[in-house]
């Protein structure tokens, strides 16, 4: 993947593959209300050609990547960026100054989660190596060549297929109610530390009253009380993940579950 992601699906695609199949099955639209590094956005895109894709994230940066990657003059010019070696410079630019354009908030997007620790985007936790210290070679973390064929990948399999949005995800429900959503919030113990947005409980609890308005929906979700209280009434599955976020025990995540809640 492009991004290096908290929480990304990637590694569970193919466990995931039999919802997403029944998810779509007979639509003609597919909508990812929270896309972050977009796995199963690409995913849904490869294996379902004749989907229509509606994209959203609330983080402009990310929003703004699909928005460039789907655009064939943005792509370009993107692309151009993206051949650029990274510096400490630039990367400690990035995170002081947003650029205030498309293609720029795209950029800043590939080049923040690449050279990140776990693709985190935020200052504060922004590091290099392993114990926090800054990473002295930035070309294992970021080697332009490969970073631009996989881009033009990405733009092959979505180009003139997406619409992107950059709305709360309980409005992007509310605003796709009728069609098939998937939805994957940010953790709701784990999220804080590791996403610039996360939602509190009374959010948590208003995206899940819209989703028992919608027609299809499937969810991926830490698994813990206050997420299973909030969708008891729906199909619950269980799935292995684990995570690490450093060295540091206190950092360190053991090995758990995530939840898929078909709807």
Known sequence: ????????????????SPYFDWLVHGETVFVDVCVGAGSVLLHVA???????L?????????????????????????????????????????LANEPQDTVGRAHAAVVLTRTSYSGILKAGMFGGGRDGSPVKDLKAR???????????????????????SQVHAIECV??????????????YHRGRGLYLHVPDPDEHEGLAHEIRC????????????????LYGRYQIDRFPATYQAGRNPNNAWKETNEIVIAV
Do not use: I
Not at 60 to 89: I, N, Q, S
């Open 142 to 164: 970021y080697n332009p060549d490969w970073v631009v064929r996989e881009v033009m990948k990405y733009h092959q399999v979505l180009a003139g297929r997406v619409e992107v």
């Open 46 to 52: 490869r294996t379902h050609p004749h989907l229509q």
């Open 214 to 229: 919608c027609r299809r929906a499937l969810l991926t979700y830490d698994d813990c009380p206050e997420v299973e209280a």
């Open 1 to 16: 993947m492009v991004f290096r992601y908290p929480g990304s699906k990637a590694k569970h695609l193919r466990l995931l």
């Open 174 to 187: 509310r605003m796709h109610r009728d069609a098939p959503l998937f939805v994957d919030p940010p953790y």
């Open 54 to 94: 509606v994209v959203n994230d609330l983080e402009v940066l990310v929003a703004d990547f699909w928005r460039a990657v789907a655009d064939k003059e943005m792509v370009r010019d993107l692309c151009e960026k993206l051949k650029t070696p990274v510096t400490h410079a630039l990367r400690q630019d990035l």
